[in-house]
């Protein structure tokens, strides 16, 4: 089993340090974690826990097995096709997914069903 976390958010993180170390001890789980920002706030530590521009760490410098975030603000789609948002929100899973299995050294269930 393979788990999706979506976060809706419209505020910004006051507790970034906890959220830092709770998603570096994520990403050795079969999860990923999508956060959506809605609204005006300042997006700016979501943008830092995706993990796209490096190596997520905990406050404690522990690094991140995997990225599992993917930070997506609603404002840059809220006047485009419903389907921009959808792949974008979507856009990192099927890698997260296919680096779990890689990084556990697991195969995929010959049935799937």
């Known amino acids: 089993q393979y788990f999706i976390l979506l976060i809706i958010t419209d505020g ?7 959220t830092r170390t709770a998603i570096v001890n994520a990403s050795k789980l079969p999860m ?7 609204g005006g706030a300042d997006f700016d530590a979501m943008e830092f826990l995706d993990g796209d521009d490096g190596v997520l760490r905990s406050s404690s410098g522990e690094p991140a ?17 419903k ?4 792949q974008c929100v979507l856009a990192e899973v099927p890698q ?3 680096n779990y299995f ?4 697991l195969q995929p269930p010959k049935n799937p069903a």
């Open 65 to 81: 097995v995997r990225d599992i975030v993917q930070f997506v603000p609603y404002r840059k789609f809220q006047n485009s096709p």
């Open 12 to 18: 910004v993180i006051t507790d970034l340090d906890q």
């Open 83 to 86: 389907e921009a948002l959808a």
């Open 32 to 38: 990923s974690i999508i956060i959506v920002g809605v």
């Open 102 to 105: 890689s990084t556990y050294k």
């Open 96 to 98: 997260q997914v296919v």
